[in-house]
């Protein structure tokens, strides 16, 4: 079966320090799917990334990154030089092909000014 | 300006009351879906529409009903609520059902008490 586990279920840190969000999954699927997406205050999430599993490099776009190991089945995020609109809460979600997206229970990042 | 508009973003009812609550979106996709979100629980996917067609319905209890008139509109009527039904309830599109393949567009959500 799928799972999402975010095991950070709250964490603080001081503008400018970065800071890395984990995601871990369990998955039968051979292809699925991976995203992270960020939930401001207003309520909306809003996509960041998707990654398939046949595609481990990583990825950065700007000051966030993605950190994919098969290995250990995490896709963990990074977000460096953290600025105070980056607190959010962030959640990591798994689909395999064909398969509703399966969330994980948000890790919420305060930024401190 | 939001791709995916939901009203109200607050409503309080009463367990007797029947309310519904609306979404639009704007941004040409075929499918939609409610979510739940509850207080430190994930995000349960409620609905599936595609191309006005429910696709998928996860074991929802029947005080919500679902309709969806077009690809556009996506609606929620609420009835007999429960208080542990208190929570937010987001709305999102996709260009297709294939989620995994797409990413999703949320709405900002309509908060929801029931007294």
């Known amino acids: 079966a799928q799972k999402v586990t975010q095991a950070q279920t709250e964490i603080s840190v001081v503008e400018k320090e970065d800071v890395t969000l984990d995601c871990v999954y369990e998955?039968?699927?051979?292809?699925?799917?991976l995203f992270w997406y960020k939930q401001p205050p207003s309520g909306e999430l809003v996509f960041l990334i998707r990654?398939?599993?046949?595609?481990?490099q990583n990825e950065i776009s700007g000051r966030y990154s993605w950190n994919f190991q098969k290995s250990t089945s995490s896709f963990n995020f990074t977000i460096t030089a953290s600025q105070v609109v980056d607190s959010a809460v962030y959640f990591c979600?798994?689909?395999?092909?064909?398969?509703?997206?399966?969330f994980g229970k948000g890790t919420r990042l305060h930024i401190l000014p | 300006e939001t791709g995916v508009t939901q009203t109200p973003r607050h409503l309080v009812m009463g367990m007797t009351n029947k309310k519904s609550l609306k979404c639009e979106q704007h941004?040409?996709?075929?499918?939609m879906y409610w979510y739940k979100q509850s207080a430190k629980k994930p995000l349960e996917l409620m609905f599936v529409?595609?191309?006005?067609?429910?696709?998928e319905n996860n074991s929802v209890p029947s005080r919500f009903s679902p309709e969806c008139p077009n690809s556009s509109h996506l609606f929620l009527h609420l009835h007999t609520l429960q208080p542990e039904d208190s929570a937010l309830y987001l709305c999102?599109?996709?260009?297709?059902?294939?989620?995994?393949?797409?990413?999703?567009?949320f709405g900002e959500g309509s908060r929801l008490t029931v007294l």
């Open positions: 990654r398939n599993s046949f595609d481990e």
């Open positions: 999102a599109s996709s260009q297709k059902r294939e989620a995994a393949i797409g990413e999703l567009f």
């Open positions: 529409y595609n191309f006005k067609e429910q696709t």
């Open positions: 998955t039968r699927d051979t292809t699925y799917y």
């Open positions: 941004l040409g996709h075929n499918a």
């Open positions: 979600a798994l689909s395999e092909v064909d398969d509703k997206i399966i």
